[in-house]
Structure formats: structure tokens, C-alpha cells
Nanobody, 115 residues
Framework: QVHVVESGGDLVQPGGSLRLFCVVS????????MGWYRQAPGQQRELVAR???????NYADSVRGRFTISRDNPKRTVYLQMNSLKPEDTAVYYC?????????WGQGTQVTVSS
């Protein structure tokens, strides 16, 4: 069964940085587009960034200029570098393909931005 494992989340102060990791397990890593999603308390899951198999990124307006998505296909890993973090970035972060999330959802990784 193909699934993903997210890691790298932590408690960080506003303005800080984190790097998230998404490792795809169970099959070869070949998807047209992979995305990072997040779900804040009381809110629905939203896409924050996506990246094509060839490395072309796209970002939600709320994170553009602060986050950078990248991927290493041989390592079956998708990364999310998060800089200048804000309290509103607090959420559980997940990875999956896009536009339809067909992979088995992982447990996500908690990012908490607070002083």
C-alpha cells in the first residue's frame, strides 16, 4: 500500500523557520504533481504548495515568498522549507498528490508557531 510519512514539524516562534519532509513509501516515486496540504484547528484542509514531477512549483497566496517546495525523486521525498513563519501557519501539514489526493494519507506533522 502506497503511503506517505511526514516529519519535521515543531514548535517555533514567529519569524522562525522549519523544513518539512515527506517520504513516499510502498512504490516508486513517480507522480505528476505532489502537494503540501495543511489543516488548522476548526478549518478544512487546504493546499499550500504543489510541485510537478519536473520541479515546477506553485504556492498559495498566503505562503508565496515565504515557503519553498522541492522534491528529490530518487529519494522519494518532497520538502517544504518554511521561512518567516506566522501564527496563522499553525496547522497539521500533510503531503499527497494533486489535484486528487489518491495516496493513503499519513498522520501529518504538527507545526505550531507561537511565542
Amino acid at each position: 500500500q502506497v503511503h506517505v510519512v511526514e516529519s519535521g514539524g515543531d514548535l517555533v516562534q514567529p519569524g522562525g523557520s522549519l523544513r518539512l519532509f515527506c517520504v513516499v513509501s510502498g512504490s516508486i516515486f513517480r507522480f505528476d504533481v505532489m502537494g503540501w496540504y495543511r489543516q488548522a484547528p476548526g478549518q478544512q484542509r487546504e493546499l499550500v504548495a504543489r510541485i510537478t514531477n519536473g520541479g515546477s512549483p506553485n504556492y498559495a497566496d498566503s505562503v508565496r515568498g515565504r515557503f519553498t517546495i522541492s522534491r528529490d525523486n530518487p529519494k522519494r521525498t518532497v520538502y517544504l522549507q518554511m521561512n518567516s513563519l506566522k501564527p496563522e501557519d499553525t496547522a497539521v501539514y500533510y503531503c499527497n498528490n494533486w489535484p486528487t489526493a489518491t495516496l493513503t494519507w499519513g498522520q501529518g506533522t504538527q507545526v505550531t508557531v507561537s511565542s
